[in-house]
């Protein structure tokens, strides 16, 4: 199993066994190697199955950045973005490498940014063959030519059996997910969960564009029939991947992308979709992805005879995901590139079952709701979470954001100016109650909702001012009943959504105080309206 490595070799990272590594393997390599490991299984159409162990989720407590001379005076240091010293990091980077010696390593040269001129290059290192195919599916793989040379922008030292100790390594946990932009590079250790790389490499993009003047999002995106773009804000859970992946519309990306000057670009190669509970029904694109040779499928269940996977087993997680290339997804745009958005949707899950299922947002309500990003955190997502909790997560990925939010609003406020966008906010969560009375949203109404807003069908229709939020409602909508539109005619006790919705007001007016000094009035206001 020869593999020929870049010029720039592990060396410049500090690792120097790097005759143990094996570099840019494909798919039929890395299987072999998993299942040879007793690490995965093959099941039912081709796809590995593997097991994350406890970690099932992002461990966001365990993520630190390097307070170093370069950067320090960009982050927006706090509860999001915890600051470690060099000296922690230099530790943890020793440990690795030495317990890297001895040790297969699979290495992938990597690119993250569909657009040539913003792009960066990414290198993967891992001793677990499975994360190398996970690295391998969610970015963008260079051409052969490309490799020989291939001097990474940014490194992943990855370990996810290597334990830190908190006593000794200055964690919180035996997990760390620590970050020196001085040093170009990300120490993952402690957690088999895959997501915490292509995260990691997110957090970095969104530190660096806005430099460039790109504005560095997390949301899904697609173009329409005309060539219309549009992009889809929110938090995992919330229906980026599924409502993107959209058999009428062509699917640029459904996670993280940037917006230039020349459009919106796909930060990824691949999708990282939530598959609980998924039937071919609902989201038969994403479906199909999970009986395909290639595809990773984290903590699903399986029959050990047949191996067909049961989607609604959610006893080794309720966060069970798949991770494919993107282009497993039959309409896909094959640039990862769209022109300048012409309509973004806000996606929120709204435990309180308060908000409408769609609505439309002026220019000032859009950047209050960006900066509040309300939703639910969704059972799994993170660990400890067991059920969806109410959460104001700033420009819908506060998790991810270095800067300072009102960096990113700012970008927003103006880059909608620029082209005109329209802005809808869509609550994907509950209806007709609170999470426990009431029911989730019904994907079949959403999708004719968003489907609606962005083929121009509900510009016409005369819309209702929320008596709560200010949110201006359609009256209709095709194919959806009327009274699915207003919240409160969903209610059997509108007396409690009034009373629910009130205490959900005053909780984004408290949640919104951090960011008045950043706004100005007219944005303040319009998240505060009552009516007379």
Known sequence: ?????????????????????????????????????????????????????KFTGRSPNDKFIVDESSSRDNIWWGQVNKSTTEEVFDN???????????????????????????????????????????????????????????????????????????????????????????????????????????????????????????????????????????????????????LSADGTRTLIGDDE??????????????????????????????????RRFGTILENTVFDPFTREIDFADNSLAENTRASYPIDFIPNVEPTGQGGQPENIVMLTADAFGVLPPISELTPEQAMYHFLSGYTARVAGTERGVTEPQATFSTCFGAPFMPRHPGVYAKMLGEKMAKTGAKCWLVNTGWSGGAYGTGKRMSIHHTRAMVRAALEGKLSSIAKVRDENFGLFIPETCPDVPAEVLQPKTTWEDTGAYDQVARDLRGRFEQNFKQFESHVSEDVKKSGIYAAA
């Open 257 to 290: 992308h940037g917006w230039s000057d020349d459009g919106v670009f796909n930060f990824e190669g691949g999708c990282y979709a939530k598959v609980i509970n998924l039937s071919p029904e609902m989201e038969p694109e994403i479906y199909a992805t999970t």
């Open 92 to 242: 943890l980077h020793r440990q690795m490498t030495s317990y890297y010696q001895n040790r297969k390593l699979y290495v992938q040269d990597l690119y993250a940014g569909a657009s040539e001129k913003y792009r960066i290059k990414v290198r993967v290192v891992s001793d677990s063959p499975w994360h190398s195919l996970f690295a391998r599916n969610m970015f963008i793989r260079p051409a052969q030519e490309n490799l020989a040379d291939f001097e990474p922008d940014f490194t992943i030292l990855h370990a996810p059996l290597l334990q830190a100790d908190p006593a000794r390594d200055g964690t919180n946990s035996e997990v760390f997910v620590t970050v020196n932009f001085a040093k170009r590079m990300v120490l993952i250790g402690g957690t088999r969960y895959a997501g915490e790389i292509k995260k990691s490499i997110f957090g970095v993009l969104n530190y660096l564009l806005p430099e460039q003047g790109v504005l560095p999002m997390h949301c899904s995106a697609n173009i329409g029939a005309k060539g219309d773009t549009a992009i889809f804000f929110g938090l995992s859970g919330t229906g980026k991947t599924t």
């Open 1 to 53: 199993m020869a593999s020929q490595g870049s010029t720039y070799g592990l060396q410049n990272h500090g690792v120097f066994n790097e005759g143990d590594a094996l570099w840019n393997l494909g798919a039929e390599a890395l299987y072999e190697e998993t299942v040879r490991q007793g690490l995965g299984t093959i099941t039912k159409g081709g796809a590995l199955t593997v097991e994350t162990g």
